[in-house]
């Protein structure tokens, strides 16, 4: 599967925006999918995380009560929704996808357990 990762840019604090991942060459209900981020000078950290079907989500406790993840399998995209924006959600954001066999709907939070990566877009909080 090909992952494009879209939607980023640079908003003040407080403000919102929505991450969009686009997903081709495969089928988009066969995978598991995560969001992650990365801030310079810093390992790659876990965001939010979705089961196949979207009846799972997770988060990580610095984003929870912000961020949605959800997916639209009949599109194949995955979105982040991301308000209440802080200078500390500046980092480049990754989609991820991972493989998953027998209906296994779980959700999924380090890196090592993903697959395929997006290349990432760059998300800046600033006044």
């Known amino acids: 599967v090909q992952l494009q990762a879209s939607g980023g840019g640079l908003v003040q604090p407080g403000g919102s925006l929505r991450l969009s991942c686009s997903a081709t060459?495969?089928?988009?209900?066969?995978?598991?999918m995560g969001w992650f981020r990365q801030a310079p000078g810093y390992e790659r950290e876990f965001v939010a995380g979705?089961?196949?079907?979207?009846?799972?989500?997770n988060y990580a406790d610095s984003v929870k009560g912000r961020f949605t993840i959800s997916r639209d399998n009949a599109k194949n995209i995955l979105l982040l929704q991301m308000n209440s924006l802080e200078p500390e959600d500046t980092a480049f954001y990754y989609c991820?996808?991972?493989?998953?066999?027998?209906?296994?709907?779980?959700?999924?939070?380090?890196?090592?357990?993903?697959?395929?990566w997006g290349q990432g877009t760059q998300v800046t909080v600033s006044s």
């Open positions: 060459g495969s089928i988009f209900s066969s995978y598991a």
């Open positions: 991820a996808a991972r493989r998953i066999a027998g209906g296994n709907d779980g959700t999924y939070n380090y890196p090592y357990n993903y697959d395929y």
């Open positions: 979705i089961s196949w079907n979207g009846g799972k989500t």
